[in-house]
Structure formats: C-alpha cells, structure tokens
C-alpha cells in the first residue's frame, strides 16, 4: 500500500525557513510526477510547486516563486520542500502528492492519486 508521509511543519517567524519531507513507501518517486499543495485556513487547496514526470519541469507558484524549492532524492524515495523567507500567507496545511498515472498535466491536484495527511506549517508576524 503506497504511503506518503510529511514532516518538517512547525510553528516559526517570518523570515525564518523550513524544509518539508515527504516519505514515500511501496512506489518509486524516481521519475514520478510529485507536488506539494497547501490549504491555508478557510481557503481552498492550492499548488504550490511539482516537478513532472522525468524532472524535466518544475512548476512553482507566483506566491512563492524564489523563496520555495521542491527536490527529491531518488535514492532516500523522499521529496522535499524547501520554505525559505517564510511569511505569514505561507500559514497553511501542506500536503506532498504523488501521480500514480502518467499526465501532462502535473500541475493540477485533481491529477494525483496517492496523498499524504498533511503538515501544518504556522508563521507568526
């Protein structure tokens, strides 16, 4: 049974950073879509970066554009986050996803399959 795991969340300052883990078991994430999402309280999910099946593009929201970096290590079968200048917005459940099919679109959330519980990430002003 394939289960994604985060870690990382916590409550921090602005300005600080964090580095989100995703543990994933029985599939490989080598070559495999992967994203990270975010619900922040009382809104609707929302993209915040995914890298497409083969690595060959990464997709990052205006939002978090130059302070957010999504990653994996193929070999640990992890995919990270890594939250740099963080601000108050970036107060939200973050959640890792996984495709389980291929798709050209790997953007969207509606296209992943496999999902971990969630972490929550709190920035205090």
């Known amino acids: 049974q394939v289960q994604l795991v985060e870690s990382g969340g916590g409550l921090v300052q602005a300005g600080d950073s964090l580095r989100l883990s995703c543990a994933v078991s029985d599939h490989s994430v080598r070559n495999n879509a992967v994203g990270w999402f975010r619900q922040p309280p009382g809104k609707e999910r929302e993209t915040v970066a995914a890298?497409?099946?083969?690595?060959?593009?990464?997709y990052t929201a205006d939002s978090v554009k130059g302070r957010f970096t999504i990653s994996r290590n193929d070999a640990k079968n992890t995919v990270y986050l890594q939250m740099n200048s963080l601000k108050p917005e970036d107060t939200a459940i973050y959640y890792c996803?996984?495709?389980?099919?291929?798709?050209?679109?790997?953007?969207?959330?509606?296209?992943?399959?496999?999902w971990g519980p969630g972490t929550q990430v709190t920035v205090s002003s």
């Open positions: 996803a996984l495709q389980k099919y291929w798709s050209a679109n790997y953007v969207s959330s509606g296209e992943y399959e496999y």
């Open positions: 890298l497409n099946w083969g690595g060959s593009n990464m």
